[in-house]
């Protein structure tokens, strides 16, 4: 709040005294403050009226800024074509001025919308591309963020040893440069990787890690995702009491943050808590809930299809078959096209 408050004197002194890069800059800072409070409403606003300055300047590195702006704002809000749309204005606006740094930036950012499609060739290409600038630059920052969403691109490939790898080198980074950030999107996808591998004590402790780090650093989404995580890790070890009070956790800070896939990830996790031990009839709100956070939301992954199924079981084991038949179809429609 602090630094809001701080940013908007800023921007009013700023236009006070014409000062256009000032408000450019500003504004960029603010819609990204605003995108991670969870304040989106403020946020578009502030996006709003940099396009209209950028129009104004008639600039490539303005538009160039407004582009990747957009970028990261439609990102957070899951609107991922939109996100992809920005992203590729901007970054030929980037290399045509000469700026490698934000041409990095933008390829690797890039990327994650790509991977949060499932494209995985796209995002592994433009990963590799922010990665070589970062190298031949020395960027050893930059370097971290990228390697970490490249293990993170590998992992959801079922490249879980090539992953791991990505991720070590991510944290080994992050401690060197005291990126915390970043060594907590290691921690919260190692935490994913062991998930998936069955590996209950590990996912819950870099859950857990990735937790504590969140924590600290203000970031919201990140605490819910990672609570979710280790109730997730505790149900399958049937310590049902810690996992549904890491799930009430995790659906507080989802309801503070207004991210679709956070609210889905913390309500889902408590759906599955409770029809692990057949509560059947208490899952089902929690699950219609995280169904519907993904309304307007344009991803399309395996992982939620497999609430779809587990919806799907609740609707049956509580008599509802034609409720049951229709989400089984959304499991097998989203299963059939990844």
Not at 67 to 80: D, E, F, I, R
Not at 104 to 109: L, M, V
Request: proline residues 1%; charged residues 25%; positive net charge.
């Amino acid at each position: 709040d602090s630094a809001i408050k701080f940013n908007l004197k800023i921007l009013e002194e700023s236009k006070r005294i014409n000062y256009k890069l000032g408000q450019e800059e500003v504004r960029a800072k603010l819609v990204h403050t605003y995108s991670y409070q969870g304040n989106s409403k403020a946020a578009l606003k502030q996006l709003s009226e940099f396009k209209q300055l950028a129009e104004q300047m008639k600039d490539s590195g303005t538009f160039a800024n407004y582009y990747n702006t957009a970028g990261l704002y439609y990102g957070m809000q899951s609107k991922y074509d939109s996100s992809i749309y920005f992203y590729e204005k901007a970054i030929p606006l980037y290399e045509k001025i000469g700026n490698r740094m934000r041409t990095g930036q933008g390829a690797s950012n890039l990327a994650i919308a790509y991977q949060q499609q499932s494209n995985y060739s796209k995002a592994l290409f433009y990963q590799q591309k922010a990665l070589k600038i970062q190298e031949e630059d020395g960027n050893l920052s930059s370097m971290a963020y990228t390697l970490v969403n490249m293990a993170n691109t590998y992992q959801n490939m079922g490249d879980n040893q090539r992953a791991e790898s990505y991720f070590l080198k991510t944290i080994d980074l992050a401690k060197q440069k005291q990126l915390t950030n970043v060594e907590l999107y290691a921690y919260t996808n190692l935490s994913s990787m062991f998930l998936d591998m069955l590996q209950w004590q590990k996912a819950y402790d870099f859950a857990m890690k990735a937790a504590k780090l969140g924590g600290k650093m203000g970031d919201k989404g990140i605490q819910a995702a990672s609570l979710s995580k280790a109730a997730l890790a505790k149900a399958r070890q049937n310590k049902t009491d810690e996992a549904l009070a890491l799930s009430k956790r995790a659906i507080a800070l989802a309801d503070s943050v207004n991210q679709p896939m956070i609210i889905q990830q913390a309500y889902s996790g408590m759906g599955y808590v409770l029809k692990s031990k057949k509560r059947w009839k208490e899952a089902i709100p929690f699950y219609e809930k995280a169904l519907a956070s993904l309304k307007d939301v344009d991803q399309f992954i395996e992982e939620n299809g497999s609430f779809y199924r587990e919806l799907s079981e609740c609707y049956e084991q509580t008599g509802n078959p034609v409720k049951a038949l229709e989400m089984y179809k959304q499991y097998t429609l989203i299963a059939d096209s990844v």
